[in-house]
């Protein structure tokens, strides 16, 4: 489903001009903003940047969908605009790369960086996509293509595990930073393309070289739990998604059960006698970037201390059974040649409802660290993840 994409416009002052005439985008994403700037600058011939979302509809993606957005050029070359009631405060929650001048105050810092590195000036910049959970941009610089990362502050641990991979020998399967400040990240451009559409054997690949980055982690958890990567071991997790349940959950006798049951069903994983680790916890072939190959794994904002059984079931959905049962396969091999004696396919079964709980706590999460107008983002998250949890318990 297409959207129907409105801006709200400010003036390079941060002053409201008004909105603009609809503008239809087929890319249904609401966090893609490159195909919304293009049509802007196509219909209207205005250079903008969105700022954040104002308003949606209830069903993600695609729609009615209202920005806000600003523009640098002068107010006398600007189509009609209709009057528009827009709340310019700030909120508490807000990324600075939401606010006015925020984009560009991003952009002047990446500019300055790539100078001292020696990349020459920023010849383009397109805004890739900006929402609650980051802000890209691609950048055409002298020296090549750099792409700017910014991240909320409950994301700020990213900058901080890239450089620990990066220091652990494993610069070639995650992005390489060339600056950082802050949430800000500039990033070198990654060889092939994001791996959405790959199949087993690019999944498998990915799988197996996580691992490695997960063996060499299992030594380094109370280190990068010092970095300020998030501790979800098991007894931290639980307490996390009681909280989660207490507020979310309607009466549910399966649900209450399985966090009831919790501190019994821990024992049982730890048991099986796998280590606590760096998770990535989002591990889908779309975090990935490359070929048949070779994959580098993207996007570490949501990575976590805990069990590496979250990962290889993110991996796994939705793929065929078979599919799923290859590739939990060769994870259970790898990780009994890594830790003999251990139970990898028995973790993973008691693992399965706690992953549905580990989900539903991580939109809780988003929910509770952004502002209201972005909520539409994951309002339906949380008690889909907890169905899934009671289903699967």
Known sequence: MPRTVTLALLDADGALLGALPPVEVE???????????????ERFGLDVSVLR??????????????????TTDQPADLPA????????????????????????????WAAERLHE????????????????????WRLEAAAGTVWLKQVPAFFAHEPVVLRWLAAEGFGLSVPIQ?????????????????????????????????????????????????????????????????????????????????VAGLPERWAAIDECGLPDTLVHGDLHPGNARGD????AILDWGDSFVGHPGFDILRMTERV???????????WATRWQHAVPGCDPVKAIDLLRPVAALRNAATYARFLANIEPSEHPYHAGDVPFWLGQAALAA
Request: charged residues 20%; proline residues 7%.
């Open 178 to 258: 060339l600056a950082t400040d802050g949430s800000r990240m500039l990033l070198a451009e990654l060889p092939g393309v994001d791996l959405y559409a790959a199949g087993l054997g690019v999944r498998a690949s990915i799988a197996a070289t996580h691992h490695h980055i997960q063996i060499e982690a299992a030594a380094e958890v109370t280190r990068l739990i010092g970095l300020g990567v998030p501790d979800l071991r098991g007894p931290r997790l639980t307490e996390v998604v009681t909280r989660v349940t207490d507020w979310y959950a309607e009466s549910d006798p399966a649900l209450e059960a399985l």
């Open 117 to 136: 590195l020696e990349f020459g000036p920023i010849g383009a910049a397109t805004q890739m996509r900006t929402w609650n959970l980051s802000a890209i």
């Open 53 to 70: 979302l104002l308003h949606a509809p209830e069903h993600f993606p695609g729609g009615e969908v209202t920005y806000l957005a600003q």
């Open 292 to 295: 048949e190959v070779h994959q």
């Open 27 to 41: 890319v249904p994403w609401w966090q893609e903003t490159a195909s919304v700037i293009a049509a802007v600058q």
């Open 320 to 330: 065929t059974e078979p599919d799923a049962a290859a590739l939990i396969e060769a």
């Open 81 to 108: 605009t209709r009057a528009v009631d827009v709340d310019l405060s700030d909120h508490p929650l807000r990324p600075d790369y939401a606010k006015p001048g925020g984009p560009d105050r991003s952009l002047d």
